[in-house]
């Protein structure tokens, strides 16, 4: 894709990350009654995973491209 197609998915990926941590830290926490820590640590793992998506995002839109 075109790069900036690859950055205008960071805030997408931003966002869907700690959603998503929180969606599966939640239901830990009632399967489990760990409340707030399934919720925390699934916050905390979505926002790093959404960090490290987010960079290999900039450096493939960054990656100079071989010219055809």
């Keep these: ?3 900036a197609g690859l950055l205008t998915s ?5 966002l869907v990350g ?4 929180y969606y ?6 009632q399967r489990w ?3 707030p820590w399934g ?3 699934g916050i ?3 926002l790093l995973a959404s960090a ?9 839109a960054t990656r100079p491209k071989p010219h055809d």
Excluded: C, H, N, Y
């Design 24 to 29: 599966l830290g939640l239901k830990l926490d």
């Design 44 to 46: 905390v793992l979505g």
């Design 1 to 3: 894709g075109s790069a």
């Design 18 to 21: 700690p959603a998503l941590g």
């Design 52 to 60: 490290r998506v987010t960079i290999q995002l900039i450096q493939e």
């Design 39 to 41: 919720m925390f640590v």
């Design 10 to 14: 960071i805030p997408f990926v931003l």
């Design 33 to 35: 009654s760990s409340s």
